[in-house]
């Protein structure tokens, strides 16, 4: 039988390395991006996976995308929410823009998802959802009062979508990853990586995507179905909950 991943952010940085990882486990994987056509164009071609363009802030575009997917592809067996922006900045100067734009991809984006193949999951008695939340919605961060705010949300969708769902196979979990080496921290400085990010990281070091991907793999899998309502930590030893 055909097993079906999407993912959402899945063309690039974590998301990409997720959708790879996938498929090398045996998924079919469809990869959801919002508008970078020309990276959505190059990952297909280099993968092979199959990119789908839509919106996750908005619930009927995920309704009507997910629909298309599982018409092409097969139902939805598991849902890695990776989809995320960063619009920072101090909370006495941040806009109304800048707030909503936030909370709508970081998090409203969960329900728009879940919610189409959350039936479907609980009827055939199998799903894994995955979603990826950050540090920051852990410890907070300077500048970052709307993405704190979503990243603390989606820990707290993730523990009640659980215990909802445990009885009928479905085991929902977030990642909570530090400092990642993906392009948005690739256009730091490197001084500013060097001095103000390394030295708080144990580890020394940035985490790599695959690493986040691999920690994706074992949620997934049957040997994490006793795994549910788990807040996951990848930071280096950089916050310790």
């Known amino acids: 039988m055909t097993k ?3 993912v959402t952010g899945g ?3 974590i998301g990409k390395a997720v959708s790879i990882a996938l498929q090398q486990q045996g998924y079919t994987v469809a990869a959801v991006y919002a508008s970078n056509d020309c990276a959505a164009r190059q990952f297909s071609y280099e993968t092979g996976i199959k990119a789908y363009k839509w919106d996750v802030t908005d619930f009927n575009a995920c309704q009507r995308g997910l ?11 598991v849902l890695v929410n990776n989809a995320g922006i960063t619009r920072d900045t101090m909370f006495h100067k941040m806009t109304p823009e800048q707030w909503h734009a936030v909370i709508n991809t970081n998090l409203n984006s969960l329900f728009n998802m879940c919610r189409p193949v959350i039936e479907g999951m ?9 979603n990826i939340s950050s540090i920051n919605g852990q410890k907070g961060q300077l500048g970052q009062t709307n993405y704190s705010a979503a990243k603390a949300g989606d820990i707290g969708f ?12 479905i085991t929902v979990n977030v990642l909570c990853p530090g400092y990642v080496e993906t392009d948005m921290v690739k256009s730091m400085s490197q001084e500013v990586v060097n001095t103000k990010i390394l030295p708080n990281i144990p580890a020394g070091r940035l985490a790599q995507p695959e690493e986040i991907a691999r920690c994706v793999l074992f949620l997934v899998s049957v040997d994490a179905g006793f795994i549910t309502g788990s807040t996951i930590s990848i930071n280096g030893g950089q916050y310790l909950v």
């Open 4 to 6: 079906v991943a999407v």
């Open 122 to 130: 609980r009827a055939r008695g199998f799903g894994r959802i995955i």
């Open 11 to 13: 063309t690039r940085g």
């Open 67 to 77: 629909n298309q997917v599982m018409a092409q592809l097969g139902e939805v067996e």
């Open 158 to 169: 993730t523990k009640a979508l659980a215990l909802e769902n445990a009885s009928k196979g």
